[in-house]
Nanobody, 128 residues
Framework: VQLQASGRGVAQDGGSLRLSCAAS????????VGWIRQAPGKGREFVAT?????????YYGASVKGRFTISRDNAKNTVYLQMTSLKPEDTAVYYC?????????????????????RGQGTLVTVSS
């Protein structure tokens, strides 16, 4: 699976942006997919994940819960991250990731950020 993120942009405080991540490979639907981010000078942070294998389970990091929504379209091999009520502290490079194990994405803040696949990052800047 190869992951290609898009949607790099600049938003105002309180604004919205949508990131997309297109995946290659016929087994995309079997993978849990998600987003992690890394702000300038800071460590990686789990953002959101959505399960694979026909499940629609989602899980969000505490800092984005209620503001971000993750979704996937398996027919298009694409995962989306709709970001609303953006804050300057959301400024970061966002990475699309995929893993066979949904639990690995959920547990990443504790067990680390190594996944089966990771795309290149896309920069999101939120100005105040």
């Amino acid at each position: 699976v190869q992951l290609q993120a898009s949607g790099r942009g600049v938003a105002q405080d309180g604004g919205s942006l949508r990131l997309s991540c297109a995946a290659s490979g016929r087994t995309f639907s079997n993978y849990a997919v998600g987003w992690i981010r890394q702000a300038p000078g800071k460590g990686r942070e789990f953002v959101a994940t959505i399960a694979g294998n026909g499940s629609s389970m989602t899980y969000y990091g505490a800092s984005v819960k209620g503001r971000f929504t993750i979704s996937r379209d398996n027919a298009k091999n694409t995962v989306y991250l709709q970001m609303t009520s953006l804050k300057p502290e959301d400024t970061a490079v966002y990475y699309c990731v995929a893993d066979r194990k949904y639990a690995r994405l959920i547990g990443s803040p504790v067990f680390g950020y190594e996944f089966d696949y990771r795309g290149q990052g896309t920069l999101v800047t939120v100005s105040s």
